[in-house]
C-alpha cells in the first residue's frame, strides 16, 4: 500500500472508558516522608488522576498533533509479514536538505520529534536543513505492533531502511537515543552490568550503511571499554589519561541505575506479558510507570501536568495499546546480536547532556565508533530532543553543516 495520509481520532467511547476507569480507581496507601525514594509519590498521581480525569482535553492535543504531516505505509518485513507503520514526515523547503531519521525509544513516542521538527526544517545560509522523517516504533503511537516471536534489531533496521527508500531517500543519516540503543539483558544477582551499547540506529549502520545510512548521531552515550585488539589506541588512552569530571559523573549515574533504577528493566525484559495487563487494564497503572520515568530521567524540567498527561495520552489510547511497547526489551534484551557487530565507520556524532541516565567516556565510543563530532552541554537529560531541543539541533547543524565533519555526507543533499 502506498503512503496515505493519517489523523488522529480516538473514539469517544475509549474517552468515556478511560474516565470510568479514573473514577473507580482504587490507590495504595503511603509510608510517611515517603518523597521519592519509594517511586511515583502518591500525592503527584492522585493529583494527575484527578486532572486527567476533570479538566485534561484530549480533544485539544489530539488537533496540535493532527496539524503535523502524519502518514501510515506498510512495509514488509522478512519472515514477519507486513507492518503498517505511522510515522511524521516533514519536509523542508530546502530542496537540498538532508533526510534525517529520528528514532524515539522508551517510554517515548513521535512527540519527542516536535519540539525540533521546526528548527531543523528550517534553511539559512549557515545552518543546514533538514527533511526529518520521525517512525512510531511497531506497537508505539499507531504503528502495528509485531506480533511474531524474534523481532529484534535486525528487523527494526529493515523496517525503517526499507521506510526511508520507499519514501525516496536512498542515502540518509540517523538519529536516536534510547531506542535508537539497546540493552544486554543484566542478571538481577550481578553487583555491575554492562547495559547494551547498540542503538537501533547502530544496526541500521551496520546492516545498510554505508549504502544507505551515512552517518548517525547520538545522545545516548553507550559502549564498552576498548579492548586492545579492538582498539589499541583507545585502550591506551583509557588506562593512562584520568576521567574528566563529565566522564566521572556519568560513571557514577550509571553505577546508580544499575542499584536502583533498573527495576523496569528486568521486568520489561523477562516478563513483559506480566507487567502487560497492568499497563493495559489501569491508566493508573500506566501513568505511575512511565511518569516515574519523565521525571528521574530528566534535568529537573518543568513538566506541566498536561506535558505530562499528553505524553501518557499516547500509550493508553496507542493503536496496539501500551503493553505491545515493553516487547522489544525481551526480544532485543537478551538476543545477543550486538555482540559481534564490526565497529561502524560512517561517520559517528555524540551530545553529551549532563542528567542523561548513563553516559560512556569518551575513549569507550571513540574505540567503537568512527566519531568525528562531539559536543557537551550544561543542560539536559535522557529526553534531549524535548528538553534540549535547540542544543541538540545545534549539535547536529555543527556536525552536517558547511564546515562539519560530516558536511556533504548524503550526495545532492548538502542541506543548502
Known sequence: MSEQPFQIAVPDDALALLKRKLDDA???????????DYGAPLADIKRLVNRWKDGYDWRTHESKFNKLPMFTRDIDVEGFGTLNVHYV???SAVEGAIPLLFVHGWPGS?????????????????????????PSLPGYAWSSPALKRGFRGKQYAELFNKLMISLGYKEYVTQGGDWGYYVRLCSLFESSCTHGRDQITRMLAAHHGPQNVKASHTNFPRAD???????????IKH??????????????????????????YLEHATRPQTIGYNLSDSPVGMLAWIYEKLVAWTDSYPWTDDEILTWISIY??????????????????????????????????VSYFPKEIASAPKAFMRGEFNVVFESEHTSGGHFAAFENPQGLVDDLRKMFGKKGPAAGVVPGHSGF
Do not use: C
Open 110 to 134: 513521535f512527540i519527542e520529534v516536535t519540539k525540533i521538527l521546526p528548527l531543523l526544517t528550517a534553511g539559512g545560509p549557515d545552518q543546514p536543513s533538514f527533511h526529518v522523517i520521525a
Open 239 to 264: 588506562n593512562i589519561l584520568p576521567y574528566t569530571a563529565l566522564e566521572r559523573q556519568g560513571l557514577a549515574r550509571r553505577q546508580q541505575f544499575i542499584a536502583s533504577g533498573r527495576g523496569y
Open 316 to 349: 493508553w489510547f496507542s493503536r496496539a495499546g501500551p503493553a505491545a511497547s515493553v516487547r522489544i526489551y525481551y526480544e532485543i534484551g537478551g538476543s545477543g546480536e550486538s555482540m559481534n557487530l564490526p565497529r561502524a565507520t560512517i561517520p559517528y556524532g
Open 26 to 36: 482504587r490507590f495504595p496507601d503511603e509510608v510517611d516522608e515517603a518523597a521519592w
Open 225 to 235: 571499554e576498548p579492548t586492545f585488539w579492538a582498539s589499541p589506541v583507545q585502550y
Open 89 to 91: 514526515h516533514q519536509k
